[in-house]
């Protein structure tokens, strides 16, 4: 396993911790509701908290269209990273899912990284960063990548200086970010905003959830009751609300775990017993865009995934108390994995940027 | 005279802290719709919290304040866990499983 070691700069530190404080996450309104008051019918008034809200911006970073291009051009620039060949949209790339496509993440000369590259769909409603949760906010995260010698192992003051002396980029800036320079903290927020535009709220589920009736077959409506049903799938206790994660931590019982020098996750974070080998719950939106599964890419399919779940996990040792078995037949399992298909939000051609030489 | 005043001191103490355990507070502070029922409470040293599971899924509170360490593990719906708090300062409480869930306790 390789643990980032991520040094900031005292100036960053200072701005990043100002700009922190004046963060204002809008969270998620969590399904409240229990399975038992549940009308499963398109449109009943008790499905709405599963809807998206708009998307949150924090105060000092809000939405504009200068910052959104500006954050897309550093978003997809190679010239980010120490060898110029890798850029965020390398580990995060549209193709495959905002992710990679791979188990776990290739980093620096292509060294193979021990956890995989998680997608950045819809991490515009996260309320933490990361497996381990170790960053708070998209831009607390974002220089993380191009600053970790085991990623993208950017320079930083030759990152400001070719940003500085490059025409387009110095006027990207100057629009985004008018009053302001251009530092590690103006890169994290225009790489942010970008990222905050990378959404998916539009799936059949979305439209079945507004009524249209037609949007969900029977098989992925008796998924979906299976998926809530605390009896049955209990996928809801984790995959809660309408970006279907609770932002939580949990130890699943990977195989992984029980292997010598298993990666402890958040327990690196937060040293309590229960944190041990726990991940936060991914969300399920455009779930079949990023396979392979789990933090470890050990799952390939969705079916694969269900399995591991009604079986209750393999390594055993230290499983979130919130991890239930339950006898799942092969048809259950089934609908399962076919309301999970039904969050997918149709794709789009995405348009690469134009950057600044 | 001085065996006396002895056990005068010895009497105030043992008084002091009949009433301090008298007086010591039991504050409920409940974990539902996955926050904490109280985002804030101010309590005295010596009184206890008591933290109820309201949500039909297992919680965790635990704190790694230097003034009151402690970790309760994990409990399901209906029960319950209790801290005496013995130090005064500001702590701040959480939950493991879900994060978002925070609170600060006063200890005056």
């Not at chain 1, 776990?104 to 949760?133: C, H, Y």
């Not at chain 1, 037609?214 to 049903?229: D, E, P, R, S």
């Not at chain 1, 399919?301 to 991890?323: C, D, I, R, W």
Request: aromatic share 10%; proline share 5%.
């Amino acid at each position: 396993m390789k643990l980032c070691e991520i040094g900031f700069s005292p100036r960053y530190r200072l701005a990043l911790l100002v700009f922190i404080g004046l963060i204002i996450v809008l969270p998620i309104k969590l399904q409240a509701k229990e399975f038992k008051d549940i009308t499963f019918e398109a449109g009943h008034e008790s499905l709405q908290g599963w809807l998206l809200p708009k998307v949150p911006h924090p105060k000092g970073n809000e939405i504009t269209e200068a910052r959104v291009t500006l954050g897309k051009m550093l978003f997809f620039d190679t010239r980010l990273s120490g060898d110029g060949n890798m850029s965020c949209g390398t580990c995060h790339n549209p193709l495959y899912g905002w992710s990679d496509g791979l188990p776990t993440a290739r980093g620096f000369k292509s060294e193979v990284l021990g956890r995989a590259s998680p997608t950045v769909i819809n991490t515009a409603f996260n309320s933490i960063q990361m497996w381990d949760g170790r960053k708070k906010s998209l831009e607390d995260q974002a220089m993380g990548p191009m600053m970790s010698n085991a990623e993208m192992n950017m320079n930083i003051p030759k990152l400001l200086k070719f940003l500085n002396e490059t025409n387009g980029y110095k006027k990207a800036f100057n629009k985004a970010y008018p009053k302001e320079t251009i530092n590690e903290l103006t890169i994290a927020k225009g790489i942010a905003s970008f990222e905050r535009t990378i959404i998916s709220n539009n799936s059949p589920f979305d439209q079945w959830i507004k009524g249209n009736k037609k949007a969900l077959t029977k098989q992925q409506i008796k998924g979906f009751k299976l998926f809530v049903n605390p009896k049955k799938g209990n996928c809801e206790v984790c995959h809660s609300g309408s970006n279907f994660t609770d932002n939580g931590f949990h130890n699943i019982g990977l195989a992984q775990f029980g292997k010598k020098d298993a990666d402890m996750g958040r327990y690196i974070q937060r040293p309590l017993g229960l944190m041990k080998g726990a991940f936060k719950t991914p969300t399920l939106r455009d779930i079949t865009q990023t396979a392979p599964y789990f933090h470890d890419g050990s799952s390939l399919t969705l079916e694969e995934v269900v399995a591991h779940y009604e079986k209750g996990g393999v390594a055993k040792g230290n499983l979130s108390p919130n991890m239930k078995t339950a006898k799942l037949s092969k048809k259950e399992q089934t609908a399962i994995v076919a309301f999970m298909k039904s969050l997918n939000t149709k794709q789009q051609p995405f348009l690469l940027p134009i950057i600044p030489h | 005279m001085k065996c006396f005043t002895t056990k005068m001191i010895t009497a105030s103490l043992m008084t002091l802290c009949f009433s301090a355990t008298i007086f010591a507070q039991t504050i409920e502070v409940g974990q539902k719709d996955k926050k904490f029922t109280k985002s804030k409470i101010e309590i005295n040293v010596g009184d206890t919290v008591k933290f109820i599971n309201e949500d039909t899924f297992f919680h965790n509170v635990f704190s790694l304040s230097d003034i009151k360490f402690f970790d309760l593990g994990s409990f399901p719906k209906g029960e319950f866990k209790e801290v005496t708090f013995d130090k005064a300062g500001t702590i701040e409480v959480e939950c493991a499983i879900h994060p978002e869930m925070i609170m600060t306790i006063d200890v005056k």
